[in-house]
T-cell receptor, first 114, second 115 residues
Framework: ELKVEQNPLFLSMQEGKNYTIYCNYS?????LYWYRQDPGKSLESLFV?????AVKQEGRLMASLDTKARLSTLHITAAVHDLSATYFC??????????????FGKGTKLSVIP | NAGVTQTPKFRILKIGQSMTLQCTQD?????MYWYRQDPGMGLKLIYY???????DKGEVPNGYNVSRSTTEDFPLRLELAAPSQTSVYFC??????????????FGPGTRLTVL
């Protein structure tokens, strides 16, 4: 069974600071997804990482993937209040039935305070 | 494109009642999924479909049923609602193959409370 662990689960950070969210997973996968969820809203796709060493950046967020370590990171640079949300990583893998499925972490609730 | 749409947005059910959560996508995606999200948790897969007429169980299928008669629609049925089914339900879809890295697109969610 594929397990996905995120840490921290809660993160309170000051505006202007940097921080990293970690996503570890238990079995081989070459695809990892990061989503953002605002309170009461749906999930918005942030990044799709498709291979070992993949790095993607959008604004103050940068995601990377190390498939050998089974680790992805989401780095936040100079945080601003608008980044306050819950961030989920999800790992893609084929199930026993042969279908491609996502397994989600529990999410990291980020609060950026002035 | 409206993307993935879900109805209703909110619903309160009594124990033992039945209801159907509707999900429609207009992107001609073959794959569709139903997830539930409990407070403070990630999403768990209930059922999925790889195309019209083909469905299969996910991680937490008990208490639910699905059907897929068309490419666009993937309704989720609760037959005998229980308090444990209080959750937010998300429908998602994606295209066939390696387009966009198998990225899934999510609907706005249905918040269900069973009392």
């Amino acid at each position: 069974e594929l397990k996905v662990e995120q840490n921290p689960l809660f993160l309170s950070m000051q505006e202007g600071k940097n921080y990293t969210i970690y996503c570890n997973y238990s079995t081989t996968s070459d695809r990892l997804y990061w989503y953002r969820q605002d309170p009461g809203k749906s999930l918005e796709s942030l990044f799709v990482l498709l291979s070992n060493g993949a790095v993607k950046q959008e604004g103050r967020l940068m995601a990377s993937l190390d498939t050998k370590a089974r680790l992805s990171t989401l780095h936040i640079t100079a945080a601003v209040h608008d980044l306050s949300a819950t961030y989920f990583c999800a790992v893609g893998a084929y199930s026993g039935a042969g279908s491609y499925q996502l397994t989600f972490g529990k999410g990291t609730k980020l609060s950026v305070i002035p | 494109n409206a993307g993935v749409t879900q109805t209703p947005k909110f619903r309160i059910l009594k124990i033992g009642q039945s209801m159907t959560l509707q999900c429609t996508q207009d992107m001609n995606h073959n794959y569709m999924y139903w997830y539930r999200q409990d407070p403070g948790m990630g999403l768990k897969l209930i059922y999925y479909s790889v195309g019209a007429g083909i469905t299969d169980k996910g991680e937490v299928p008990n208490g639910y049923n699905v059907s897929r008669s068309t490419t666009e629609d993937f309704p989720l049925r609760l037959e005998l609602a229980a308090p444990s089914q209080t959750s937010v339900y998300f429908c998602a879809s994606r295209p066939r193959g390696l387009i966009a890295g198998n990225e899934q697109f999510f609907g706005p969610g249905t918040r269900l409370t069973v009392l």
